[in-house]
């Protein structure tokens, strides 16, 4: 699944692209078969395209490279780049599991110091970074014997990524091991593979998360022994929860369509992101041209951004003011027939009201959950408050104002509103009198705006016939 810190990679990388002239694209790294289901795929595009970060090209499934990779590998053999490397799995986990051994041994307690930092040394020796015996063309144990293609890296030497977020960033030349590109069975690895893919789908720019940055010194060498022009490389921060750890589920790291689930809108969704871990100034919320104009790697934080899902809430509930009517009430049908599948009036009652109601949830859910009142069905249950409000005093009053709401000949807003004072002038009633009985009557005790635009949306005979039932109880 796309989760939301691979929605943000993809955001800036989009935005960057348009801000630039340049192309966005997408490729599907599913060379790992076990996790590369249709299903996962279909979600990762799902996600994309809910968000409006269609890709300039189609997507690059990874899959459909690997004879190119491997002849990539064989290429390297051939300019002494890369070798034939005949140690075996077992042998390099037994090399781990006997580093771990010294390392754990050279805790022992009355061990004379010499001895523990000679253990020590054997152990950091172990589990450094992995240099074959066979990089430099030793023979093979025999003809049949089955073998990886490995990268001969660089000797040593400081190493040097200029990097558009974090800046240059240096590591010694013995960090970087002699990687797997080819496994014994002759698939590519993902180093290898994001290399030759990038190479061939002309990336010139790459923008991901920093947990690939120690990648990056491992994939430098690859463009380099290929002679090919090295991407320039931006690593953004991760994203963490709102305490500062990293992000897990209990923060909301969830599947970017699960926001979709919950009610949030893709523009909003966009803006959030955008502003976490990146600034242009004081502003606060940008749409789509906005972004474009004024995005540049620059502008990401070095930190680590915190996800406040209040925050989000905040930014949806300003673009669910602004979104078109139509739009929004095709946004909001599915959660309102969730339950239950709405009726033509309801219909026409609900659209009535939404231009009027914007302000109502930060969510859709939220949204859809404050049109309740026009969808209760009659009769109306009372709540606690309701029932008190609708005492044989409030019925009373109530049962005046409904002679006078019979005897209207228009039924619009204005014209309930003035039906209201017109009879509270004539009995000397406020409306702290009857409001509560008449909200009551009309809504059961759900929360609802005015009463005067809830009469008109309920039209006069919903509106008469649930203030009847509560007379007539």
């Not at 590998?73 to 075996?88: D, L, N, Q």
């Not at 921060?237 to 709102?242: A, E, K, L, S, W």
């Not at 005093?393 to 204005?414: I, N």
């Amino acid at each position: 699944m796309l989760h939301i810190g691979g929605a943000r990679t993809a955001l800036f990388n989009y935005l960057f692209a348009r801000r630039h002239g340049g192309r966005f694209l997408l490729r599907i790294e599913d060379t790992d078969r076990e996790r590369s289901t249709q299903a996962a795929t279909d979600a990762i595009l799902d996600a994309m395209q809910w968000l409006g970060l269609t890709p300039d090209e189609p997507p690059v499934m990874q899959s459909a490279q690997v004879a190119r990779h491997a002849a990539v590998a064989h290429e390297m053999i051939a300019r002494g780049t890369a070798f034939k490397c005949y140690v075996s799995a077992e042998e390099l986990q037994a090399r781990r599991d006997l580093g771990e051994e010294k390392r754990l041994a050279a805790r022992e307690e009355g061990l004379p110091e010499a001895a523990r930092d000679a253990l020590l040394a054997e152990a950091s020796q172990l589990l450094a970074p992995f240099r074959s015996p066979y990089r430099d063309g030793a023979p093979a144990p025999s003809p049949e014997a089955p073998f990886t293609v490995r990268l001969r890296a660089p000797e040593s030497g400081p190493r040097t990524v200029e990097d558009g977020v974090q800046g240059s960033v240096t590591i010694d030349a013995s960090e970087i091991d002699d990687l797997v590109m080819l496994r014994a069975d002759g698939t590519p690895t993902y180093m290898l593979a994001v290399v030759v893919d990038d190479h061939d789908m002309g990336v010139t720019h790459v923008i991901r998360g920093d947990d690939h940055l120690r990648n990056t010194f491992r994939q430098v060498p690859i463009y380099e022994a290929m002679g090919w022009d090295v991407p320039k490389f931006s690593h953004v921060p991760m994203i963490h929860g709102n305490d500062g750890a990293k992000l897990s589920k209990r923060h909301g790291a969830l599947s970017t369509t699960a926001y979709r689930d919950m009610g949030y809108l893709p523009e909003a969704m966009k803006a959030y992101l955008l502003r976490l871990g990146w600034s242009h100034g004081d502003q606060e919320i940008f749409t789509d041209e906005e972004a474009i104009t004024v995005f540049d790697v620059s502008g990401i934080n070095k930190a680590p951004a915190r996800l406040d899902l209040d925050k989000l809430a905040t930014v949806n509930a300003h673009f669910i003011r602004l979104a078109d009517d139509g739009r929004l009430f095709d946004l909001i049908c599915p959660f309102l027939s969730a339950n239950a599948p709405l009726s033509d009036s309801e219909q026409d009652r609900i659209r009535a009201a939404l231009p009027h109601m914007k302000d109502r949830g930060s969510t859709l859910i939220e949204l859809a959950a404050a049109f309740d009142f026009l969808r209760v069905k009659r009769p109306l249950e009372m709540n606690k408050n309701a029932r008190k409000a609708l005492s044989d005093e409030g019925k009373l009053r109530l049962k005046g104002l409904y002679d006078e709401l019979q005897r209207m000949s228009q039924w619009s807003g204005a014209s309930i509103s003035e039906t209201i004072k017109s009879y509270c002038a004539a009995t000397g009633l406020s409306m702290g009198q009857i409001g509560p009985p008449l909200r009551a009557a009309l809504t059961g005790g759900l929360p609802a705006p005015d009463l005067a635009p809830v009469m008109e949306w309920l039209g006069r005979e919903e509106t008469l016939a649930r203030i009847d039932d509560q007379l007539a109880s």
